[in-house]
């Protein structure tokens, strides 16, 4: 029903920036109650950030507050994760998907790999 296209991830130093996009298109797609997710490498996947509702309020996991930002823009159909003052810890593939209980999210996207290495 929703097609998901994540990219931006690649190979980037402790400290720096990455921008990860999200294309999301469907039938039945909206662009309200999106989230970015990552699975580290051995490691359940987990939620990272949020957007929600029409006024689009964020809500963030506490290992990456301060430092991540989501946005989107409506008229695109697209979801931004901003990510500042990366640290290896933050390595693992991230995913962008539907907020909601993440054992019921029935369909995932390729992914983009973000790896945080000296």
């Known amino acids: 029903q929703v097609q998901l296209v994540e990219s931006g991830g690649g190979l980037v130093q402790p400290g720096g920036s990455l921008r990860l996009s999200c294309a999301a298109s469907?039938?039945?797609?909206?662009?309200?109650?999106m989230a970015w997710y990552r699975q580290a490498p051995g490691k359940q996947r987990e939620l990272v950030a949020a957007i929600t509702g029409l006024r689009g309020v964020t809500s963030y996991a506490d290992s990456v507050k301060g430092r991540f930002t989501i946005s989107r823009d409506n008229a695109k159909n697209m979801v931004y994760l901003q990510m500042n003052s990366l640290k290896p810890e933050d390595t693992a593939v991230y995913y962008c998907n539907k907020g909601g209980a993440i054992h019921l999210i029935p369909y995932w996207g390729q992914g983009t790999q973000v790896t945080v290495s000296s």
């Open positions: 469907g039938r039945f797609f909206s662009i309200n109650d």
